[in-house]
């Protein structure tokens, strides 16, 4: 893998990370309205949702010689109580 690949995979995985973020920060939300809702005694149902973590989110290969193969494995686990689909993951 030459530094052109890696500069790709860094892009790949900020993307990937941003996404996960947002998502991540937005169902964090969703859990606080949820809460605020049901301690004022409202009757609605609890919204069910994933939410991504990650172990960590980002990961730096350093000098790579071109021609080398390097990988590495994000962990990443569903902290919500519904199903968390990763769909149309693509290399850039």
Do not use: P, W
């Not at 973020?21 to 009757?43: I, P």
């Not at 390097?70 to 569903?78: L, P, R």
């Not at 902290?79 to 149309?88: A, D, H, M, T, V």
């Amino acid at each position: 893998m030459n530094l052109k690949h890696v500069g790709r995979l860094a892009v790949i995985i900020l993307i990937f990370s941003a996404v996960a973020f947002v998502y991540g920060t937005e169902c964090s939300a969703d859990d606080t309205r949820n809460r605020n809702q049901k301690d004022k005694g409202s009757e609605q149902k609890q919204t069910i949702h994933a939410v991504i973590q990650f172990d960590q989110l980002s990961h730096d290969f350093g000098t790579v010689v071109q021609g080398s193969e390097v990988k590495h494995s994000f962990i990443f686990k569903n902290k919500g109580n519904g199903i968390l689909k990763i769909e149309k993951v693509k290399a850039g």
